[in-house]
């Protein structure tokens, strides 16, 4: 069974600094990785999408993936509170489907 | 670009009645949209998936004679919630499939709150 995989949090991160958040998946055929934020009560935004080994950045939003050790990563620079939210990891595997992991739930301390 | 968007964004209805949510693409065609629904403090829950032209696809325990979806047109897909009652209370939303190749996505509608009394 294919699967997604993050820790729920909560993570809490001081106002200012690095966001790291963390995502593995079972499919070795994954082939696009995908995060997206949901506040409380709102429906999931799409962040950044990325499919190639490496870094791609997009302003204070970085994602990371590898697929080699099969796990890929979003870290917020300069965290804000406005950037608590619960950040959504989602995997391509290939049919046009997502395979959604539970969340994790970040929380920006001013 | 990629805007989804669903109407209505909260109902309230009494048990036994039915409710019909719909969901818009407004500025691309998908062939492809997802509902799916979410209780509070839980994770997206994928109900079905719904293709122009032809039947949804359920997911595993999901009533398709409760849950009745219809994607008529490129742009346009409803979810009928039959005979609702207040086990049916929840978050749902749709989101519509985006792109190509590797880029294939997702982009969500803003929800509906459903309210069984």
């Known amino acids: 069974q294919k699967e997604v995989e993050q820790n729920s949090g909560p993570l809490s991160v001081p106002e200012g600094a690095i966001a790291s958040l963390n995502c593995t998946y079972s499919?070795?055929?994954?082939?696009?990785f995908f995060w997206y934020r949901q506040y409380s009560g709102k429906s999931p935004e799409l962040i950044m999408f990325?499919?190639s080994n490496g870094d791609k950045e997009d302003g204070r939003f970085t994602a990371q993936l590898n697929k080699a050790s099969q796990y890929v990563s979003l870290l917020i620079r300069d965290s804000q509170p406005s950037d608590s939210a619960t950040y959504l990891c989602a995997v391509n595997t290939g049919n046009y489907q997502l395979i959604w992991g539970a969340g994790t739930k970040l929380i920006i301390k001013p | 670009g990629a805007v989804v968007s669903q109407h209505p964004s909260r109902v309230i209805c009494k048990s036994g009645t039915s409710v019909k949510i719909e969901c818009r693409s407004l500025d691309f065609q998908a062939t492809t949209m997802f509902w799916y629904r979410q209780f509070p403090k839980q994770s997206l829950m994928l109900m079905a998936t719904s293709n122009e032209g032809s039947k949804a696809t359920y997911e595993q325990g999901v009533e398709k004679d409760k849950f009745l979806i219809n994607h008529a047109s490129l742009t346009l897909s409803t979810l009928t919630v039959t005979s609702a009652h207040p086990e049916d209370s929840s978050f749902y939303i749709c989101?519509?499939?985006?792109?190509?190749?590797?880029?294939?996505?997702?982009?969500f509608g803003p929800g509906t709150r459903l309210t069984v009394l």
């Open positions: 989101s519509a499939r985006y792109g190509g190749g590797a880029g294939d996505t997702q982009y």
């Open positions: 499919d070795r055929g994954s082939q696009s």
């Open positions: 990325i499919y």
